[in-house]
Structure formats: C-alpha cells, structure tokens
C-alpha cells in the first residue's frame, strides 16, 4: 500500500458551513494485490470533507500508517487474508478512508479480470450501461444568473436542474424558482435547502413552490431531524429526500427502515464505500426509495468510481450528482470526464479508466508502489 497527498486547486473557493478552501486536499491511495500467480495494481481516493466526515487528510496519513503496519497489509496484498476483515471493521469511524481502501482493492480486481469497475460491481447476470444521466447543478444564483443557467443546462441536453435554496427569504425564493419555470417548462427541478429550515418554514415552502412540479426537495431540516423529515415527507406534496441525513451509514438505515421518506441522496464516500453504498440501494429498493449517488467532490477518481456504480446498478435511474469536474483546475487525469448531451459516457478501459497523473506525471512509480 502507498499513497500520496496532492493538493487540488478549485476554480473557486469552496464554501461550506465548515470551511472556506481554495483547494481540495485528497490522498490517492495505490495497492498491489496478490492474485496467485500475478499482481494488479489498483488506486483509491481518500477525500474527507469537513462536515461530512471528522476526518482530516493528516489524521488518513496516521490511520493509513498504523494500518500499513498490521500483518494484513503485507505486500503484496493478499484478499484471502484472515485480517482483511478486520481491518475493514477498525475502519467503521473513518468512512472516506474504507471508501478509498476498498476503492482501490475494487480496482485492482477490475483490472486483474480487464474490465471496467461497473463490472464487478454490477448484479449477478445485470449488464452494466456505459452511460449515465447526469443532474446539472446550479448553486446559488440571483433570477437573472438562475434564469440564464437553465437556458444553459436545456441547451447542454440536461434534463433536471438542481438549485440551492434557502438562503434568501420565501418571497424571493418563489419568484426565483416560478421565473426559471417559465423559461424553462421542461426542465426536471430539483431543489437543496443543505437542511437550511425548520419545519414550518419548509411546509410554507412546499404550500408555495407545489404547483411549480419540483421533482425533488433534498434536505429541507437539519441532518439529524430523522423524525422531521419522514414527517415531512408524509405529508408533502413534493418528494422529501434526505443527503446530508444519509451519513453516517446508521442514519441512511434508519431513514429506510422508517419507510417514509421519497428518496436518499448517497455519497459513497460518506457512507463507507462502493459495497456499503450497494447494500443501501439494495435496502432502499425494497422500501421503493429513491436513490441518487453524488460526490464528496473527490477528484477523478472517487467521481469515475461513482459513475461506473450509477452505470451497474439497474435501481439506479435518472440523473446523478457527478456533474462536479468542473470544480477542479488540476486534477488527477489529463482527461476531464466524458461528458456529454447531459450524459457521462464510460468508455471500456479496466478498473476506473486511469492510472492516476499529476502535473502530468504518474503519481505513482511506473514499477508500482512498493
Ligand atoms: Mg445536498
């Protein structure tokens, strides 16, 4: 196992209610797995984000570090490994970390059998897409920008937009959402309120903005009011659904168990992992929950890794929050996302597509990691 921290410049300041950076710190992780016989080399993405997981970079470094040093993590790799399990269990608390460990061994199995990740994710005799619908996010905007932004994202072949609100007063907000209505009649509208209301303001909310045919309002109340929001989406006229709520992976359970809520909005990153994310789907398709995968702004690998799960899964339909390449000014690929018609077109190279690169050199040595 090796990694390397990298510094990611962003085309603008990220602003979270945690945070203002100007950069994405993120660890690309690189394992060599024992295959019997041969090696395959695999990459994972180890990308806290503050107010979705405690984790700091510095902290992955010392969990990444004290793990190296377990008898597990002999090199290479080996899956049949007694403390494989184990190690998977001491990382319950650090979901972004199990996110890219297990990314990584995902990988090098994709690899190992040379084909792409949505592969060996997908469902036992499901055969996988190659492309998948992608949501057009317009943050936060005043009407004219809002206005111009989904002439932009019809123009581009998307079919939902996905605005922030809550950050002005109601008044403002419907003019806002009626104003782009009008311009665009057949745009899909999603909307994300980052759990900005309290219950009474997100009723008065859905009393005014019903009839404007919203698809989607995530995260009205705050993360931990469970029982708000399943009360809430018994009673609404729009789809209720839950993101900042669905993390940790305990809270996105018990949002299934309940039943009530429309849909979940899943960042595998902050729920764990490819795998964990794949048993949510699983359980929420039972209680016909809808599901959404998005980023935690990772780099280009955690976005690749996301969108081969969205392109295995056949519960998984619709557009998808991966549309945020754009946030980054250097990455870890000369190649931006496949793009395309509102769509992301996954071509057929193994694992996720790429060996990580920065400033255009691997990021790792050619011979492997050590
Ligand atoms: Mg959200």
Not at 13 to 39: E, K, N, W, Y
Not at 167 to 181: F, G, I, Q, W, Y
Request: hydrophobic residues 45%; charged residues 25%; contains cysteine.
């Amino acid at each position: 196992m090796d990694w390397r921290v990298l510094r990611l410049r962003l085309a603008k300041p990220l602003v979270t209610s945690h945070q203002t950076v100007s950069d994405r710190a993120i660890l690309v992780l690189s394992v060599t797995v024992d295959m019997g016989g041969s090696t395959a080399v695999g990459y994972g993405e180890v990308a806290p984000l503050a107010g979705w997981t405690s984790l700091s970079v510095d902290h992955a470094v010392q969990v990444l570090s004290t793990m190296a040093q377990s008898p597990a993590c002999q090199k290479p790799f080996r899956l049949a490994n007694d403390g494989l399990n184990e190690m998977f269990s001491g990382l319950r608390d650090t979901p972004s970390v199990r996110f890219g460990l297990e990314l990584a061994l995902l990988d090098a199995l994709a690899r190992h059998a040379d084909c792409p990740l949505r592969e060996v994710l997908a469902p036992p005799g499901h055969r996988p897409s190659d492309r998948v619908e992608l949501q057009y996010a317009c943050g936060i905007a005043d009407i004219d920008e809002t206005v111009e932004r989904a002439g932009r994202a019809v123009e581009s072949g998307y079919s939902h937009l996905k605005l922030k609100v809550g950050a002005s007063d109601l008044d403002a907000e419907v003019r806002r959402l009626k104003a782009v209505r009008k311009e665009v009649a057949e745009l899909g509208l999603r909307l994300d309120a980052n759990g900005a209301f309290d219950f009474s303001e997100a009723r008065r909310f859905i009393d005014r903005t019903e009839a404007l045919g919203i698809d989607l309002f995530e995260q009205p109340l705050a993360a931990a009011d469970l029982s708000g929001l399943n009360k809430l989406a018994d009673i609404s006229a729009i789809d209720i659904g839950a993101d900042e709520s669905c993390a940790p992976i305990a809270r996105a359970r018990q949002l299934i168990e309940a039943g009530r809520i429309d849909a979940l909005v899943i960042k595998p990153a902050a729920v764990g992992g490819l795998l964990p994310t794949i048993s949510l789907i699983e359980a929420a398709r039972e209680r016909n929950i809808r599901v959404v995968l998005s980023t935690l702004l990772e780099s280009a690998i955690g976005r690749r890794a996301i969108a081969e799960l969205a392109a295995a899964h056949p519960y998984i339909a619709g557009p998808q929050g991966l549309a945020t390449g754009d946030w980054f000014v250097t990455d870890v690929t000369d190649t931006p996302d496949s793009i395309a018609d509102g769509h992301w077109l996954l071509d057929g190279q193994p694992g996720i597509g790429f060996s990580p690169r920065v400033e255009g050199q691997p990021c790792f040595d050619a011979g492997g990691p050590s």
